[in-house]
């Protein structure tokens, strides 16, 4: 008896869905988007998993300008399997919002699987002018983003340039500082400069190798010479062990990766 009374509510639950979902369709369709979200509204509490009323749910949302809430809505009724008509049309929906928030990428993402929808949908006239309508958008505003978006990609570039730039910029002043203490004998001093241009942010390979020239010719001039490192007598056998042992490609980079990191705490 149980059985039989579940049965018949959850299939009283789906006709009353299917009720108030064709009375919001005629609501949004007629214009009547305060009617048409308050039947949406009651077909998807009756029954949540009724794609039909999360779609007219979601474009009486995003006419009332809620685009938050349509998007959830819309989402909702996709996660639903809908109609090929309502998946193209919500499809299309979303990126026109997406476009209001200026969030272009996404905008064009959904524009395209609106589109994608169109052979499929052709058999469905509706689905087709959705499909169509998706396609004239995708087009005008990827005429209208395209160019945003390689603006953003250019400004971007130059950014990182400017950073590079500044780096570089710092780092040399750090060297013309380490060679005027060379030039005054202030060795030791020099050397710890170099040492810190070194370990800062260095990038370019010829400036790198740069730097380590300078430190090489001010350790040879210093009396007594500066100790070595115990960390770097330690990578250094790691990286003749490593070259002894290697038997691949991978153990030989493992050594060079000693060697690199012998040099970087070396004098």
Sequence with gaps: MMIVLLVASTALAACG??????????????????????????????DPRHAPGWYWMGIA???????????????????????????????????GIYYRKGRLDQAVSYYRQAVQQQPVARDEGYGTAVSEEAHKR????????LPQLLQQEAEQRQQEERRRADERARSMAGV????????????????ERY???????LSNADDDKRVRERIIGVVRRLTPPPAVPEDARRYLVYGLTAVKDARSASDYQNAVREYQRALLVAP
């Design 61 to 95: 949302l995003a006419r009332k300008g809620q685009d938050d809430e349509a998007l959830n809505a819309l989402q909702r009724c996709l996660a639903l399997n809908p109609s090929v008509a309502q998946r193209a049309a919500s499809y299309n929906w979303l990126g």
């Design 195 to 201: 040492r810190q241009v070194l370990n800062g942010t």
């Design 176 to 191: 013309d500082e380490a060679q005027r203490l060379e030039e005054k004998g202030q060795l030791r001093q020099a050397l």
């Design 17 to 46: 869905a299917n009720f108030y979902s064709t009375k919001a369709e005629v609501s949004v369709l007629g214009k009547n988007d305060d009617d048409g979200l308050r039947y949406a509204r009651e077909s998807t509490r009756l």
């Design 138 to 145: 995708y087009q005008k505003d990827l005429d209208t983003s």
